[in-house]
């Protein structure tokens, strides 16, 4: 690899209109993307975001400025631009404005085809873009008859069929209820896991700060913070002026610790880490088992007791397929490590891939205190 970011904006401006009617949305921003970095766009409504994001894909061509593509300048001819958005891949914040075929098939179809892609390649990837999106029972239905949410996957669905190397999401859990948003941040985890550069668009300041490895703050059109969450939530001022909120974890952790006279230092994201943290030593926590995906039909045999979690495509799908049950179905990792802490024997079913990941979230836990037992 040489270059050090997949996409890069330098000193990039665009004015939309002309005249007296032309209005600047994006200010002499410059920024870089680190391939594999969890990344956020940050900002309040109308700060720039979807109009930055229209760049990285070649749609918007800079009034001032460049955009650069794994170290390469971006060309606007037609056949550059199409190779571009074979790699980058844009999720717009309204599915209305992405979908445009009638029925949920032919839409998830339609970039694979424009590929000139084998028949039985587009076939594997129309499936397999369904089902990550929980939407492989609405193949054939008109994409009139879809709901907001629904049609809001089927948009995701047809940029995975793209295999991309960059997956842009504008804000994607807008509109969407906490469970559908919770399984929408799962599917986007695997993505990351599985090498694909992710950067998510959001005004959510609590998604942001939990998932994000890497933060860029707009502000009517201008950059006003590049760098890790902790660092812009510690600037009161700057979260103010942005239009933003303090993350819920944050500005509790800063209050629970402002009373216990104690840094608020290391800054748990997540509700697992904030309870870590300020857990006694003698609270019990139950175990918790993380386990490979089985060949065994009998997947829940030995689990009569324990409350069961499942994370990954495969396992979900299995679990669907046999009918199986399970109490966490998504943010699992999250919601297993709770159980654990508030004394449950937990166990975590996870595609066998996914085992290591899942074990170090959990170790990450004594970076703040107290994590749980893991079995075998």
Known sequence: MDFKYILEARDVSYVYGKGDGANA????VSLGIRPGVKTVILGANGAGKSTLFYHFNGV?????GEMFYRGIPMSYQKEHLYELREDVAVVVQNPDEQIFSSTVEEDVAFGPMNLNLHPDIVEGRIRDSLFKVGME?????STTQLSYGQKKRVAIAGALAMEPKVLILDEPTAGLDPQMSQEVMELVD????????VIISTHDVDLAFAWAEEIHVLRHG??????????FFNDRDSVALAGLTLPHTFSVNRSLEGIRGQPEAPYPRTNSQLLAKLSPPEARFGALRIMPLPESEDLDHEDEGLRVGIY?????RAFKDRGLRADIYFNAVEGCC???MQGRNTVLYCDPELV????????????FGRSPEVIQ
């Not at 918007?60 to 001032?64: D, I, L, N, V």
């Not at 029972?137 to 239905?141: C, K």
């Not at 201008?222 to 660092?231: M, N, R, T, Y």
């Not at 290591?356 to 970076?367: F, G, I």
């Open 25 to 28: 949305s994006l200010k002499n």
């Open 60 to 64: 918007f061509k800079p009034t001032a």
């Open 137 to 141: 029972d609405y193949r054939y239905r």
């Open 190 to 197: 695997q993505m990351c896991l599985a090498g694909t550069t």
């Open 222 to 231: 201008a950059l006003v913070f590049s760098g890790e969450p902790e660092d």
């Open 312 to 316: 990954g495509f495969k396992t979900r």
């Open 338 to 340: 709770l159980s654990a």
């Open 356 to 367: 290591d990941v899942v074990r170090r979230r959990v170790a990450d836990l004594s970076k």
